[in-house]
T-cell receptor, first 115, second 111 residues
Framework: GAGVSQTPSNKVTEKGKYVELRCDPI?????LYWYRQSLGQGPEFLIY????????DSGLPNDRFFAVRPEGSVSTLKIQRTERGDSAVYLC?????????????FGPGTRLTVL | DAKTTQPNSMESNEEEPVHLPCNHS???????IHWYRQLPSQGPEYVIH???SNVNNRMASLAIAEDRKSSTLILHRATLRDAAVYYC????????????FGQGTRLTINP
């Protein structure tokens, strides 16, 4: 079946601009996660949704970052007033129910470059 | 979150076994040991997990020390496709759902 998809695959923007990154999870998965991966580092947790609500947003670095999942399926990560330090690969993952035993299935990521 | 320690890189030859070590000396009794790997230009993918006993699946084997302070991921016959960064992650079934990644081990496979 279809895996997790993310669009766009690449996004280049200018400092100060607003960007939206989209994640389509595996159908039927209630849990959705966003991670950020800087060059040479492991992925870093940003936010976790259970259904429509953000169950854990402790990884969001500041209030320029916001994510939504209005219908409990597709999610959008929104970054306002982008900075060069926001450049990274943004990864989305989904899991069936969100327990600590669930396997997380990752998408290919969106590479964000802020000039 | 309990921490894991892995070598930064390892190298092996195609069709030979590979043993990837992970130290987790502060592991708690309710921590499961999970392994994910990340192929080039892809998101991470699940490999295997275990609690106390050794585990086998179609991808790999996981050997867990008796005191659970270390574990080893075993690829029985490495192929070029196994070249990836391998992450050893502790997950507590009573804890948060997020995955906490370290820097992992970059595995290079020589033809």
């Amino acid at each position: 079946g279809a895996g997790v998809s993310q669009t766009p695959s690449n996004k280049v923007t200018e400092k100060g601009k607003y960007v939206e990154l989209r994640c389509d999870p595996i159908s039927g998965h209630t849990a959705l996660y966003w991670y950020r991966q800087s060059l040479g580092q492991g992925p870093e947790f940003l936010i976790y949704f259970q259904g429509t609500g953000a169950a854990d947003d402790s990884g969001l670095p500041n209030d320029r970052f916001f994510a939504v999942r209005p219908e409990g399926s597709v999610s959008t990560l929104k970054i306002q007033r982008t900075e060069r330090g926001d450049s990274a690969v943004y990864l989305c993952a989904s899991s069936l129910s969100g327990t600590s035993f669930d396997t997380q299935y990752f998408g290919p990521g969106t590479r964000l470059t802020v000039l | 979150d309990a921490k894991t320690t892995q070598p930064n890189s390892m190298e092996s030859n195609e069709e030979e076994p590979v043993h990837l070590p992970c130290n987790h000396s502060t592991i708690s009794g309710t921590d499961y040991i999970h392994w994910y790997r990340q192929l080039p230009s892809q998101g991470p993918e699940y490999v295997i997990h275990g609690l106390t006993s050794n585990v086998n699946n179609r991808m790999a084997s996981l050997a867990i020390a008796e005191d659970r302070k270390s574990s080893t991921l075993i690829l029985h016959r490495a192929t070029l496709r196994d070249a990836a960064v391998y992450y050893c992650i502790l997950r507590n079934y009573q804890g948060a759902q997020k995955l906490v990644f370290g820097q992992g081990t970059r595995l290079t496979i020589n033809p």
